[in-house]
Every structure is written in structure tokens, then in C-alpha cells.
């Protein structure tokens, strides 16, 4: 029997990539969308066929958040709310016995990530083992993944180098979401799309090889996108390597790209594009589709886990706050110009504890 579940958000992201992904599954069934407003949860509700029921609630309607938490036959929800938004939602949920699935980041920052994880972790098992996954897309996309395998065939890694580059302007469509026009988290866009692009970096290096130290300068090029929009950072491992992490969303210059240098060559992603160049100069290039965003198989693994009574190790919340630590720790190194910043939660073996 399918599980059902609620949609917490009625913004672009929800709308264009959750909705289809929860109707999409196999394994979930969606009883419910909340929104701020009861317009937006019903602009949602637009999306999905006339021929299927969904219960709307939001904070203007005598039917709220609290309502959806009542229901039996609703046993998780995806949260997909403004960043500063989301920690009281996942905890209300999880206190409910509800499984979640929350946006990226984990958290507005590492300190309310480690503190939200700690109680989590000492709560889950008096909940009924009730599971907290935090959703990145990057960890689902085909090419990524195939760079990883081809990584593995090419010896050890000796450095890398992340470039993801990007102009954004006023007419953008996510611009216009007042949470990002006017950011109250740390790092604005800097840290919203940054932690894609470190998850994407920590997939390719693989568990074996993590950050430890962090050292960046960060500069705002564009008065509309405070507080930051350019970091330049360099990255050391705990094998001794270093490789850098650059990330700008006010520049012409053009990106994505993922490079991993090895031993025998070295591989390099740029969004479904994957080259192999071997140290004797033979280049394969392949195109490696990936489903949409990753937001499709993102769901739909989270779903299939929900049904087999386990949790996917790529969605724990701790995954979640090692992305979001190199972000903040690029952003602090930032404001102090440039001072290394020492990493604590790369580590697999990393405990989280306040």
C-alpha cells in the first residue's frame, strides 16, 4: 500500500519538481499540499488531474500545518519551504511521527544543523524509528554518478577543481521569491546553490577523501544579490591534496564544471557531459542523461526506502550538514580574509554532537 504523503510548499520548486516527482512514485501517494497562503497550495493543487483528491491547507484557512499532522493517513511529508522556514516544520513533523523529506541545506547554518541532528538522533528510536532525510539532487544525477565509477578505475586521486559559474539578473524566476530577493541566511545564493555544488564535489571524491581545511575570499560583484555572490577557495584533504572550489552567480565567465584529477587521468563533469582524458591523452567524451533535475529518483528512492523500513545513507541529515559546512566555512574564511577554517563533519566516521 502506497504512503501517503503531504506537500509542505507551495513555491517554485515545490510546484515544478516535488509535485510531479511525489505523483510520479510508486510508492507515495499525495493526500495533501500546504501553503503559506490558501492561493498558493491551490496554484499547486492546479498541477495534479482533476480526477485526484488533495485536501488543501495553509495559514489562512481554518485547515493548517497542525491539521495535516493530525491525519493517519498521512504518514510523511516533503517539506520544501524558504531556508529559515524549515527547522520548525521538520521537527513538528518528526515530534508527529511523520517521516521527512526536507529541502537543502539541512539548516541555515552548521550550529542549528548539529543541535536539530543531535536531537533527532536521540529521539528517533521513542518515535517509532521515524526517519529525517534531507534532499539533494546532485546525489541522483546519472552523470555524477558515472564520473564516480570512472574515477575508481583511474588510481588516486592527487586534486580537483569545482567551477560553476552563472549571471543572474533580476528577471530570473527564482529572484523574484522574496526569501531570496532578500536573504536572511548566511551567504544568499552563495550558500542556496552552493551546497549542490559541494555535495557534487563530495560524491566524486568518494568517502576515502574529505576536506579538512578550508581557506576562501569572497567579494558581492551585484548590489542584488547580497550579501556575497563570488567565492574563490581552496580545499585541503586528509590525504594531502588540494584542489579549489570557485562559485559565482554575477560573472560572465562560464561553468559547470567538476574536475577530478588522478593517477592514471582524469575526469571531468559538466552538467550530462562526461570526459575522460587518460594520462596518455586519449579523451572519451559521453553524454550521461540525467531525469530532470535528480529530483525525480531523489523521491522516488526516498519513497522506495519508506516502503522497505530503512533510510538511504545518501539522505541522512548528517550528509546534508557536511555539505552546508564547506559552504560556511568558504563564507567565515571570507569574512576574515581568507583565514583557514578547519572542518569537523567530513568525516564518515564524524560524530554529530552539541
Same mark, same amino acid.
Given at each position: 500500500?502506497?504512503? $501517503? /504523503?503531504? +506537500? *509542505?510548499?507551495?513555491?517554485?520548486?515545490? =510546484? %515544478? #519538481?516535488?509535485?510531479?516527482?511525489i505523483l510520479a512514485s510508486k510508492d507515495l501517494e499525495l493526500k495533501a499540499?500546504?501553503?503559506?497562503?490558501?492561493?498558493?497550495?491551490?496554484?499547486?493543487?492546479?498541477?495534479?488531474?482533476?480526477?485526484?483528491?488533495?485536501?488543501?491547507?495553509?495559514?489562512?484557512?481554518?485547515?493548517?500545518?497542525?491539521?495535516?499532522?493530525?491525519?493517519?493517513?498521512?504518514?510523511?511529508?516533503?517539506?520544501?519551504?524558504?531556508?529559515?522556514?524549515?527547522?520548525?516544520?521538520?521537527?513538528?513533523?518528526?515530534?508527529?511521527?511523520?517521516?521527512?523529506?526536507?529541502?537543502?541545506?539541512?539548516?541555515?547554518?552548521?550550529?542549528? $544543523? /548539529?543541535? +536539530? *541532528?543531535?536531537?533527532?538522533?536521540?529521539? =528517533? %528510536? #521513542?518515535?517509532?524509528?521515524?526517519?529525517?532525510?534531507?534532499?539533494?539532487?546532485?546525489?541522483?544525477?546519472?552523470?555524477?554518478?558515472?564520473?564516480?565509477?570512472?574515477?575508481?578505475?583511474?588510481?588516486?586521486?592527487?586534486?580537483?577543481?569545482?567551477?560553476?559559474?552563472?549571471?543572474?539578473?533580476?528577471?530570473?524566476?527564482?529572484?523574484?521569491?522574496?526569501?531570496?530577493?532578500?536573504?536572511?541566511?548566511?551567504?544568499?545564493?552563495?550558500?542556496?546553490?552552493?551546497?549542490?555544488?559541494?555535495?557534487?564535489?563530495?560524491?566524486?571524491?568518494?568517502?576515502?577523501?574529505?576536506?579538512?581545511?578550508?581557506?576562501?575570499?569572497?567579494?558581492?560583484?551585484?548590489?542584488? +544579490?547580497?550579501?556575497?555572490?563570488?567565492?574563490?577557495?581552496?580545499?585541503?584533504?586528509?590525504?594531502?591534496?588540494?584542489?579549489?572550489?570557485?562559485?559565482?552567480?554575477?560573472?560572465?565567465?562560464?561553468?559547470?564544471?567538476?574536475?577530478?584529477?588522478?593517477?592514471?587521468?582524469?575526469?571531468?563533469?559538466?552538467?550530462?557531459?562526461?570526459?575522460?582524458?587518460?594520462?596518455?591523452?586519449?579523451?572519451?567524451?559521453?553524454?550521461?542523461?540525467?531525469?530532470?533535475?535528480?529530483?525525480?529518483?531523489?523521491?522516488?528512492?526516498?519513497?522506495?526506502?519508506?516502503?522497505?523500513?530503512?533510510?538511504?545513507?545518501?539522505?541522512?541529515?548528517?550528509?546534508?550538514?557536511?555539505?552546508?559546512?564547506?559552504?560556511?566555512?568558504?563564507?567565515?574564511?571570507?569574512?576574515?580574509?581568507?583565514?583557514?577554517?578547519?572542518?569537523?563533519?567530513?568525516?564518515?566516521?564524524?560524530?554529530?554532537s552539541k
Open positions: 500500500m502506497a504512503i $501517503g /504523503v503531504a +506537500l *509542505i510548499g507551495g513555491g517554485i520548486w515545490a =510546484k %515544478e #519538481e516535488h509535485l510531479p516527482a499540499i500546504y501553503s503559506r497562503s490558501l492561493k498558493s497550495a491551490n496554484d499547486v493543487a492546479g498541477e495534479v488531474k482533476d480526477t485526484q483528491k488533495i485536501d488543501l491547507y495553509s495559514e489562512d484557512s481554518s485547515q493548517t500545518f497542525g491539521d495535516i499532522l493530525k491525519r493517519d493517513d498521512i504518514q510523511a511529508v516533503v517539506i520544501s519551504l524558504p531556508i529559515a522556514n524549515q527547522g520548525t516544520f521538520i521537527k513538528r513533523a518528526l515530534l508527529a511521527k511523520k517521516h521527512v523529506l526536507s529541502e537543502k541545506p539541512v539548516s541555515e547554518n552548521v550550529q542549528d $544543523g /548539529v543541535v +536539530l *541532528i543531535s536531537w533527532y538522533n536521540g529521539v =528517533k %528510536e #521513542e518515535f517509532d524509528n521515524v526517519t529525517w532525510s534531507v534532499a539533494e539532487n546532485f546525489r541522483y544525477l546519472e552523470s555524477f554518478k558515472y564520473a564516480r565509477q570512472q574515477i575508481e578505475e583511474l588510481g588516486k586521486i592527487i586534486g580537483f577543481r569545482v567551477r560553476v559559474y552563472a549571471n543572474i539578473t533580476e528577471d530570473f524566476k527564482f529572484y523574484h521569491t522574496s526569501w531570496r530577493k532578500e536573504p536572511t541566511h548566511q551567504g544568499g545564493y552563495i550558500l542556496d546553490g552552493g551546497v549542490h555544488f559541494t555535495a557534487g564535489l563530495r560524491l566524486l571524491l568518494g568517502s576515502d577523501v574529505f576536506v579538512e581545511r578550508v581557506a576562501a575570499f569572497t567579494t558581492s560583484l551585484k548590489e542584488h +544579490l547580497p550579501p556575497v555572490d563570488t567565492v574563490d577557495a581552496i580545499l585541503k584533504t586528509n590525504t594531502g591534496i588540494q584542489g579549489t572550489f570557485q562559485s559565482s552567480v554575477a560573472t560572465t565567465l562560464t561553468g559547470p564544471e567538476w574536475t577530478i584529477a588522478c593517477e592514471n587521468g582524469s575526469v571531468t563533469v559538466s552538467s550530462s557531459t562526461v570526459t575522460v582524458l587518460s594520462v596518455d591523452g586519449e579523451e572519451v567524451v559521453k553524454e550521461i542523461p540525467n531525469e530532470r533535475s535528480g529530483v525525480p529518483p531523489e523521491v522516488r528512492a526516498w519513497g522506495e526506502a519508506l516502503a522497505a523500513g530503512r533510510q538511504n545513507p545518501e539522505q541522512t541529515p548528517e550528509e546534508g550538514l557536511a555539505d552546508l559546512e564547506l559552504i560556511e566555512l568558504m563564507l567565515r574564511s571570507g569574512n576574515h580574509d581568507g583565514e583557514p577554517q578547519k572542518c569537523k563533519y567530513q568525516s564518515s566516521t564524524a560524530e554529530v
